[in-house]
């Protein structure tokens, strides 16, 4: 530990600067430095920061209350990539005409994708609620449900369900055809 003046002398003889590192300590921090150099270092790692940086998006993901459940499947599927990545996907379930008095099927759709399909592997950062003729809710990846992917829909019961297939080789029958012009010949 240094005297002010102490400090300031040796950054004189070694032609440098005396840069104050950490104000706020008792007693306050400093380092003797190229300013200029000190300066471009610290400018360039800001630059690296930035473009290293990944900013994440908000993706939308918008489908009507009657939608189908293989369309439902595909558009889940869309939303599990954005989720593995990392961004926040918008669900928004849209009403229209009559639809608006049957409010509740839209909720039920909502807890549905929620519970049913994603389940403990998000995090539900914005409830479901109703404004104007949509149903908005705002989803992110849970991370602390585990370190795999986001599961895949769950098979339901009108759904085949395929098993893996096993490790023995498979023999297949090939239907011998001649050709027919070594028939005539």
């Known amino acids: 530990m240094l005297s002010r003046q102490e400090a300031?002398?040796?950054a004189r003889e070694r032609e440098l600067d005396l840069v104050e590192i950490?104000?706020?300590a008792n007693p306050p921090v400093v380092k003797v430095v190229d300013w200029g150099k000190y300066n471009?270092?610290?400018?360039?790692?800001?630059?690296?920061?930035?473009?290293?940086?990944?900013t994440l998006e908000m993706k939308q993901m918008r489908f009507g209350l009657k939608i189908g459940d293989h369309d439902l499947d595909i558009k889940m599927g869309?939303?599990?990539?954005?989720?593995?990545?990392?961004?926040?996907?918008?669900?928004?379930?849209?009403y229209r005409g009559r639809e608006l008095a049957?409010?509740?099927?839209?909720?039920?759709?909502?807890?549905?994708?929620?519970?049913?399909?994603?389940?403990?592997?998000?995090?539900?950062?914005q409830q479901p609620q109703f404004a104007g003729k949509?149903?908005?809710?705002?989803?992110?990846h849970n991370p602390k449900a585990s370190k795999t992917t986001v599961p895949e829909a769950k098979a339901t019961e009108s759904e085949p369900v395929v098993e893996e297939a096993s490790n023995k080789p498979r023999i297949t029958k090939v239907k011998e055809t001649t050709d027919?012009?070594?028939e005539d010949a």
């Open 40 to 54: 471009y270092q610290k400018t360039k790692q800001q630059q690296l920061n930035r473009k290293t940086s990944k």
């Open 8 to 10: 300031l002398d040796i």
């Open 78 to 94: 869309k939303v599990r990539k954005f989720l593995e990545i990392g961004h926040k996907v918008k669900i928004t379930i849209f």
């Open 134 to 140: 949509q149903l908005n809710f705002v989803i992110r």
């Open 180 to 182: 027919a012009k070594t």
């Open 22 to 24: 950490s104000p706020d």
């Open 102 to 125: 049957h409010r509740e099927i839209g909720f039920k759709l909502a807890d549905r994708v929620i519970n049913d399909i994603f389940g403990d592997a998000i995090v539900v950062d």
